[in-house]
Every structure is written in C-alpha cells, then in structure tokens.
C-alpha cells in the first residue's frame, strides 16, 4: 500500500490505499459532500507538514501555559482561550494562535 494525500474542497486526508482509486473512494466514503480536488500519492512513508506553511516559526515550542488553560478548560477551545489571556494578557489574536497551535501540537 501506498500513502496518499487527498484534497477535497473542504478537507485534506493522509491514507494508506493500494492505489488511486482506492484513495478517492476513501475520500467519496467519509466525506460524500466534498468534491475532489486532487489526489498524490506520497513519495515516501511520512507524512510531513511545513511549520513555516503553517505561520509557525522555528523559535514556537509547545506552551506549558496554553497546555494548562486546555486542561483546565477540559478541552474547551473557547474557554482554554479566555483563561489564557487571563493567565498572560495577551489578546484576543496572541491567546488563540498560542491554544491552537498547542492543540495542532498533540495537546
């Protein structure tokens, strides 16, 4: 099997499938609303993406504080992003990027 990445209009997906018709039936399976736009079959086993593609620069590392107001929140996004500006004082746009870029990071 091959690793391949599949792009609709509304998603990206990373699957394992025997070809590429087997990928787009994957992406028809899960998301019958979506329309296709692309599908590549990856040149290697990893998949990568770019933290620069992202906006997230080589000095972002995850945030013990962000990670706190997660826990704390329970999960709660909206609520994790309160506490956070609470806890620092940052705004509205530093607490979010700061909660959401944690939670891309495996919180």
């Known amino acids: 099997m091959a690793l391949y990445e599949i792009e609709t209009n509304a998603h990206v997906m990373i699957a394992w499938a025997n070809d590429q018709a087997a990928a787009e039936a994957v992406a028809r399976e899960n998301y019958p609303e979506d329309q296709l736009k692309r599908v590549a079959k990856r040149p290697r ?4 993406i770019s933290k620069r593609m992202l906006g997230i620069d080589g000095s ?3 945030c013990d504080k962000a990670r706190d107001c997660l826990s704390r929140a329970k999960g709660d996004k909206v ?6 500006m609470q806890d620092t004082g ?10 959401e870029t944690n939670m891309s990071l495996g919180w």
């Open 45 to 48: 086993d990893v998949w990568v």
């Open 60 to 62: 972002l590392e995850p």
């Open 79 to 84: 609520h994790a992003i309160r506490l956070y």
């Open 90 to 99: 940052s705004d509205l746009h530093e607490a979010q990027r700061a909660v």
